[in-house]
């Protein structure tokens, strides 16, 4: 068996967890998914959920990571119960279905850098975005071909992730610390431009009043565990397998405490750039911040290059740095979706890595084609919600209850007080074994009956069953999986 990779040093585990987390998570999806849910609204469900599932279940993956020093199927196998496996397996097809359609966001930011030199946008980012750029097809039923130029983006994306991962884990916390500081730096300039522009306190407003009714709608709680799992990267192996790399004599809940506030400071700091932007633009078509934009996906292709375009000099080339910015958030984050999904097939299997790898890569480059088409865009926003809103909280549910009872919490946090700077206390077993399996549990149950009756958004019905129908193909085989023989059993 090969030996274990191991970290450099400690700055570089938690600069590659930051990297990991850090993402266009923060940059992207954080805005969008704050705007669709009301703006303020937004901001207490997700403070909630960073408390009761981001921090506890961070230090939970960490630990079940470093002590069974091995990818997250056989890190269930071997500390929970052979039974628990599937847990792993479903953690990792989770994140497959993100490395999957990530990498095309990513894709849109290459080109965006180029169009970037000439500022191609103009003054309608949004009428760019949909009819010039994607040339959105009129629905997810038609595919209406391949945008050459998103899939030429994909290409150089999915090369760069394969040379990434391909000089393994010390390399990638080298990586890291630049992919993390630079685009700090070019994300305070977007934001002092965006508070300076006029209307941006209406914008501002909107992000930052809370709503308290919006407290009783489970979809916004769904919403917001989803996101945070998508931002800590949790629930889907990834930072099992990264601190499964840890010397055994390693901090746990120190880092997690370090990795999981700086990220969502970093989300919340981006929130400022996006909406003192909405702001802006709704002042200047006379209409409300709720009504200005498209919520979706695409928030961030309409707001950033808003801003851009209004940069008092130089707009072009901070426009370039902004997207090469988004690559490099993306980059690191991408590979860290690869590389768990690898580990877990080599660990089970001892396959050389040396295949794995390509062949993964070259089979997301292939599925990934299919957000390239014009009718790509509306896929990549259903498998983004299923994956995130439903899948991501149906592991992290699993993963409490596996931990909280199966294994049973106190055993788990006794282990972390053993290693760790910080002690946790008691309520690190109420959020594990209660607070957020409740909170999980209801709203699941709840927005699945609802998604049932009313299908997702304005698309289709069909559309929903599809995202059910993925949702359940990946339980069967995660199944499917845990109950194959692996080569050490
Ligand atoms: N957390 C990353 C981001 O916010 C996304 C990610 C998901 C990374 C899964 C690793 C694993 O962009």
Known sequence: MEERERWGSRAGFIMASIGAAIGLGNVWRFPYICYANGGGAFLIPYFVALITAGIPLMILEFALGRKAQAGAPSA???IVGKKTEWIGWLSLFAV????????????????????????????????????????????????GGIRWPILAGLAVVWIAIYLCLFKGIKAVGKVVMWTVTIPWAILVIMVVRGLTLPGAVDGLKFYLTPDFTALLKPNVWLAAYG??????????????????????????????????????????????????????????????????????????????PTVIRLLPFCAPFFGILFFIMLLTLGIDSAFSQVEPFVAGFTDKWHFSKKWALPLICFFGF???????????FYWLDIVDYFTCTFGLCLVGFLEC?????????????????????????????????????????????????KLVQNGYGSYP????????????????????LAKTKGREE
């Open 76 to 78: 269930f196998a071997r």
């Open 96 to 143: 497959m279905l993100i490395f999957l359609y990530y990498p095309t966001i990513m894709a849109w930011s290459v080109n965006y850098a180029v169009h970037s030199a000439t500022l191609r946008w103009g003054t309608d980012t949004q009428n760019f975005f949909y009819n010039h750029f994607l040339q959105t097809s009129g629905g997810p039923g038609i595919l």
């Open 227 to 304: 996101q945070v799992f998508f931002t800590l990267s949790l629930a889907m192996g990834t930072l099992i397998v990264y601190s499964s790399y840890l010397p055994k004599k390693s901090d746990i809940s120190n880092n997690a405490y370090i990795a999981s506030l700086a990220n969502c400071g970093t989300s919340f700091f981006a929130g400022f750039a996006v909406f003192s932007t909405l702001g802006y633009l709704a002042q200047s078509m006379g209409v409300g911040v709720p009504e200005v934009a498209k919520s979706g996906l695409g928030l961030a292709f309409v707001t950033y």
């Open 366 to 376: 292939l599925v990934g084609v299919l957000f390239t088409t014009r009718g790509g």
């Open 401 to 449: 209850v596996a931990i909280g009872y199966i294994y049973k919490a106190r055993k788990m946090r006794e282990y972390v007080n053993e290693v760790s700077e910080f002690k946790i206390g008691k309520w690190w077993d109420v959020m594990i074994m209660i607070v957020t399996p409740a909170i999980l549990g209801i709203s699941f149950v709840w927005e699945l009956i």
């Open 461 to 480: 019905r069909w559309t929903s069953f599809v995202g059910i129908g993925i949702l359940v193909l990946i339980i069967i085989l995660s199944f499917v």
